[in-house]
């Protein structure tokens, strides 16, 4: 990409990150960026382009790879309890948004209302994990360690857990106290026992 190309998707990430697709003008973005709004469809010949052009490229060049690569080192460890396999993963995402949280937010956000984003996602990312994660849910339900549902639906409501704390911590209260090592421990017995009394 020229200079100008780059200060215009950085421009473009902080404002769709703040603002949305739908809420964010090229204009703006021009302004941030310190371009013409010409320059933009000089490059991009729409919005949508331009958000296609950061989202998809990044999911797929610049995240997508070093999710999956380094994910699937944890999917693919030989942890001897369902917990550690847990920690190991709730550890690694939260690292992950950590770093990519911007374009990660982009991403939830235009997700539902793009179906290019929905296909490269499932394309870059889920066909590569999810084999990888089913087959370690079968492990543990094998070894008596998880409960016997189909690996889709325990993989779901794990996903779900995990996914709730990564929302909680960057999204909606990032600037609150936070006990990371505690709200990881309270994420796992979740998932492990719910919300009943354990009984003694």
């Known amino acids: ?13 902080e404002i769709f990150s703040e603002k949305g697709f739908a809420g964010s003008s090229t204009s703006e973005i021009a ?18 382009e331009l958000l296609l052009s950061i989202v998809a490229p990044m999911m797929t060049k610049l995240i997508a790879p070093f999710a999956v690569k380094d994910f699937t080192k944890v999917l693919e460890a030989d942890y001897p309890t369902v917990e550690q396999f847990l ?5 690694n995402r939260l690292e992950f948004a950590r ?20 296909e490269q996602f499932k394309e870059t990312v889920a066909d590569m994990v999810l084999e990888k994660a089913y087959k370690a849910i079968r492990h543990f339900q094998g070894g ?12 779901r409501l794990i996903v779900s857990s995990i996914i709730g704390l ?22 796992i017995n979740f998932i492990l026992h719910g919300l009943a009394p354990r009984k003694s």
Do not use: C, N
């Open 1 to 13: 990409m020229t200079d100008k190309q780059i200060k215009i998707v950085q421009a473009a990430v």
């Open 166 to 187: 990564l929302i909680t911590r960057f999204l909606l209260v990032p600037e609150s106290e936070w006990d990371e090592e505690k709200e990881i421990d309270y994420t």
């Open 144 to 155: 008596g360690q998880l409960i016997e549902i189909p690996a889709p639906t325990s993989m």
């Open 99 to 118: 770093k990519h949280f911007p374009v990660i937010k982009i991403f939830m956000h235009e997700i539902p209302f793009h179906k290019e984003l929905r």
């Open 87 to 91: 920690r190991a993963i709730t550890v």
């Open 31 to 48: 302004q941030k960026a310190g371009v013409a709004e010409g320059t933009i469809f000089r490059h991009y010949k729409t919005k949508k």
